[in-house]
């Protein structure tokens, strides 16, 4: 799972590797697209979700993309370990 922090990035990404971004998802970030640290939290919030979903539904570990970016992947396991979700 990769935490978006830019949208362009993602955006030119996702069509490299022929990946669609979710239209419920493009609709939360395009407005934000000039308002990075918004993209970032948008990002960060959607990839715990589906961190928490897949754990809550017995995958047995996650991997995070960080691409020298931590902060949103130590963030993530921050609260799935707070929420009890992650030990």
């Known amino acids: 799972i990769m935490p978006i922090s830019s949208f362009s ?3 030119k990404f ?3 590797c022929g990946v669609s971004i979710p239209q419920s998802l493009k609709n939360q970030l395009a407005p934000l ?3 990075p640290e918004q993209v970032a939290n948008v990002g960060a919030n959607y990839a715990y979700e ?3 979903d897949l754990l809550l539904h017995g995958v ?3 991997h995070l993309y960080t691409l ?3 902060h949103a992947s130590q963030e993530i ?3 799935l370990r707070r929420e009890g979700i992650l030990s």
């Open 33 to 35: 697209s000039h308002q």
């Open 77 to 79: 396991i921050s609260r």
């Open 9 to 11: 990035q993602i955006q």
């Open 60 to 62: 047995e570990g996650i």
């Open 68 to 70: 020298n970016k931590s």
């Open 14 to 16: 996702s069509s490299m």
């Open 50 to 52: 589906q961190c928490k």
